[in-house]
């Protein structure tokens, strides 16, 4: 059974770092893709990783979000800086498109 597992959120404050970790297990589809949930807001996704490490990002986290993978950990990685109030979010793995059951995600939470 394919299990998402994401790590890492908490509480910062405007301007802060956070790393949020992700481990699949049981797939053979590997994780490509973190998304965000905002409250009252639709599953959005924040950036995405491929193939040879090609990466894109959505508009309102360039330069500040990076993704990556280390496929011997079989873990993708999401490092946020300078984090604004509006990141505010429940942060969540998957595919890209999204194909895996998803996971209970991970709290970040962006306030002074």
């Known amino acids: 059974q394919v299990q998402l597992v994401e790590s890492g959120g908490g509480l910062v404050q405007p301007g802060g770092s956070l790393r949020l970790s992700c481990v699949a297990s049981g797939s053979i589809f590997s994780v490509e893709g973190w998304y965000r949930q905002a409250p009252g807001n639709q599953r959005e996704l924040v950036a995405r990783?491929?193939?040879?490490?090609?990466?894109n990002y959505a508009d309102f986290v360039k330069g500040r979000f990076t993704i990556s993978r280390d496929n011997a950990k079989n873990t993708v990685y999401l490092q946020m800086n300078s984090l604004k109030p509006e990141d505010t979010a429940v942060y969540y793995c998957n595919t890209a498109p999204p194909r895996l059951q998803w996971g209970q995600g991970t709290q970040v939470t962006v306030s002074s």
């Open positions: 990783i491929f193939n040879y490490g090609i990466t």
